[in-house]
């Protein structure tokens, strides 16, 4: 396993400010955002000019890109030439894993299926795997929906988050059924009743995530995902989240 930072937890800097703090933070590894609201790179940035866009990523500070993490807003035929664009540039800079977004809760099943499927059947084509990130609110929140989702779409794995589970309304839901589909890992500190707490302050069991994942032989990335809280050193909680989980492996 290797320890990775995401790029939206320094939204407000620049890209390439926020590798090179990611960097001095003493990372080797970054997942890269690519959503429409990003200041640092979006799914259209990489459509129009997919040359550029890995002129971009390829003055990474040395740091190895691991994923990308993947919002496009627009829908239709759109939508897969935007993420077939993306499948494309992480061919080429020898990305495997595009993390994505679920539909929202409400949306039907049926719908989802195929559409994820979809967007298998294109990252295959480019050697990339996509795994759907869980997230309150969305179609990819319970774990037996997870699993229905993973079992109907061939080489769809899960970027899994457990904070979802320690705070907010999928709290206390077992998450044992839904770890042999773990392809990414998100982590931060979170209590039962806030989503991200200072490090050390939370209900995280990082050991057991580890462990579970170790005995699966989970040999891919742990991305810290912490965002910027006023009154808290956002740098430290970066670098002590590292240090924490390099610790642990």
């Given at each position: 396993m290797i320890?990775?930072?995401?790029?939206a937890s320094f939204?407000?800097?620049s890209?390439?400010?926020?590798?090179q703090?990611i960097?001095d933070?003493?990372y080797?590894?970054?997942e890269?955002?690519?959503?429409?609201?990003?200041?640092?790179?979006t799914?259209?940035d990489?459509a129009?000019?997919?040359?550029?866009?890995h002129e971009?990523?390829?003055k990474?500070?040395?740091?190895?890109?691991?994923s990308f993490?993947?919002?496009i807003g627009?829908?239709g035929?759109e939508h897969y030439?935007q993420f077939?664009a993306?499948?494309e540039l992480a061919?080429i800079?020898?990305?495997?894993?595009?993390?994505?977004?679920s539909?929202?809760?409400?949306?039907?099943?049926?719908?989802e299926?195929e559409h994820?499927?979809r967007?298998v059947?294109?990252?295959?084509?480019?050697?990339?795997k996509?795994?759907?990130r869980?997230?309150s609110?969305r179609q990819?929140?319970?774990?037996d929906t997870?699993k229905?989702?993973?079992?109907?779409?061939?080489?769809l794995?899960?970027a899994?988050?457990p904070s979802?589970?320690?705070?907010?309304?999928?709290?206390?839901?077992d998450?044992?059924?839904?770890?042999?589909?773990?392809?990414h890992?998100y982590l931060?500190?979170t209590?039962?009743?806030?989503?991200?707490?200072?490090?050390?302050?939370?209900?995280v069991?990082y050991?057991?995530v580890?462990?579970?994942?170790?005995?699966l032989g989970y040999r891919?990335?742990?991305?810290?995902?912490?965002?910027?809280?006023?009154g808290i050193e956002?740098?430290?909680?970066?670098r002590k989240m590292?240090l924490l989980?390099?610790?642990?492996?």
């Open positions: 320890v990775a930072a995401n790029t939204s407000e800097l890209l390439s400010d926020a590798l703090r960097a933070l003493e080797t590894a970054v890269i955002a690519i959503t429409d609201d990003s200041n640092h790179i799914a259209a990489v129009r000019d997919r040359n550029q866009a971009i990523l390829r990474s500070h040395r740091l190895e890109v691991t993490y993947v919002e627009l829908t035929d030439q077939e993306i499948c061919r800079s020898k990305v495997v894993t595009l993390n994505v977004p539909a929202v809760l409400g949306t039907p099943f049926n719908e299926v994820l499927r967007l059947e294109i990252a295959d084509d480019y050697g990339a996509v795994c759907i869980n997230q609110g990819a929140s319970d774990p997870i229905v989702l993973c079992d109907n779409v061939d080489n794995g899960l899994f988050d979802i589970y320690i705070c907010g309304p999928d709290a206390g839901k998450t044992d059924k839904i770890q042999p589909y773990v392809g890992v931060r500190d209590s039962s009743s806030e989503f991200q707490v200072k490090v050390g302050q939370g209900e069991d050991g057991k580890i462990s579970q994942l170790n005995a891919r990335a742990l991305c810290v995902d912490v965002v910027e809280v006023p956002h740098s430290a909680e970066m590292r989980l390099e610790s642990l492996l």
